[in-house]
């Protein structure tokens, strides 16, 4: 049942949640905590929340995958989230299991605190409606809330880890993509932003950049892949030799 849940579960402990004012208060509270982390020295805040206070989530959990998300958005203008699911395919199989390796104990700590609150809320309350001892039925609630607590922090910490494989992931193997998509590579980062900017209007618009308000939302790009110059090939291989009175003087020239 937890496995089925494991989408659902980790975007409840990233804070994409209904509860507007609640949230509000909660991301409030996470970016007071993001400035006083900023100001202190050696903070390494970028892997804890992300640049653009927009992005700020509820929950320490959510800042953490959100920051890993907005790295290569800031470096390379990828959207992290529509080219992910073609870039995990065209991982290295080493690569994989190493995200792999991180991710499981991600999900089994944050279904642990799932369970432990569950369990503080279920029979807290039998044991308050049961027993007398509301003592007892506070205890556990208390030490069951406790253990929720520990593992979701150690579902945190374990998130950053998380978070640099992604970011690695993307330095490394962001160009598998363009190749399995036939797109020439550009050979600069400036060409290569600019890159990505339309290939993420094309995935969220599903219309090819020479094509629709793609065309007029991009009028920088003269053509779709504007940094394209590769030469057509000749023809025939006698085009492809200049004659050699044309292309070098000749002996008598240079002895002159």
């Given at each position: ?130 027993d007398k001892r509301w003592w007892l039925g ?28 992604i970011r690695v992931a993307y330095d490394l ?84």
């Open positions: 049942m937890l496995d089925a849940f494991t989408a659902p579960l980790i975007r409840f402990y990233e804070g994409y949640w209904s509860w507007k004012w609640f949230t509000r208060l909660l991301t409030n509270r996470q970016k007071a905590q993001k400035a006083k982390l900023t100001g202190s020295a050696h903070s390494h805040s970028f892997s804890r929340f992300p640049r653009s206070s927009a992005l700020l989530k509820p929950t320490r959990l959510g800042n953490v995958l959100v920051a890993a998300e907005e790295y290569p958005y800031q470096l390379y203008r990828l959207d992290a989230v529509i080219w992910w699911p073609r870039l995990i395919t065209l991982l290295p199989e080493g690569f994989r299991s190493q995200l792999d390796t991180a991710l499981t104990p991600l999900v089994a700590l944050l279904n642990l605190s799932m369970v432990f609150t569950i369990l503080a809320l279920g029979s807290g309350a039998t044991i308050l409606l049961t506070g205890l556990v609630i208390v030490s069951m809330l406790v253990l929720a607590r520990a593992c979701y922090l150690a579902a945190t910490n374990q998130a950053m880890d998380y978070g640099q494989l193997y962001r160009h598998d993509i363009l190749k399995q998509m036939h797109v020439p590579m550009p050979d600069n980062l400036v060409e290569e932003r600019l890159l990505w900017d339309t290939l993420n209007a094309v995935m969220y618009n599903y219309i090819p950049p020479w094509e629709g308000e793609v065309a007029t939302q991009t009028p920088r790009l003269a053509r779709p892949f504007y940094y394209d110059t590769h030469p057509t090939p000749p023809t025939s291989p006698q085009q492809a030799i200049t004659p050699t009175s044309e292309a070098s003087p000749s002996s008598e020239t240079i002895q002159r």
